[in-house]
């Protein structure tokens, strides 16, 4: 019994080791498209099976956007761009990327006129 208890614990703590969420998370907003685009880096051997799952973005603390992803595009991370028409100058728009093994990242910002 210890024997399995000691295997599990070390498996948990391995899938920790190699499991991680995006280094990096940039984002921009165009006020004249009304576009917002997303960079994220986060560096995987198989994209396939460790990725960033899912991102939810919020406009003045409401969550606008909510899209779950099977892949991510390369090695070394990925871009995604929407479409946000109610942002407004001065309005903040915060962006949540998570990874489908383990953890998140943050970023935030505030519309500004060009």
Known sequence: MKRIILTAAILIIASLLFSHPASDLKAEFNLETATLRLEFTHNV???Q??????????LNDKEIIKQTLSLQ?????GS?????P?????DTIEIK???NKFGSKNTKLTVISL
């Not at 099976?49 to 919020?58: F, L, N, P, W």
């Not at 595009?73 to 991370?77: A, L, V, Y």
């Not at 995604?80 to 946000?84: G, T």
């Open 97 to 99: 990327a998570t990874c």
């Open 45 to 47: 051997g198989n994209p």
């Open 73 to 77: 595009q390369t090695e070394k991370g």
């Open 86 to 90: 109610d942002a407004k100058e001065n």
């Open 80 to 84: 995604l761009s929407y479409i946000i």
């Open 49 to 58: 099976s460790h990725y960033i799952a899912e991102i939810v973005v919020y």
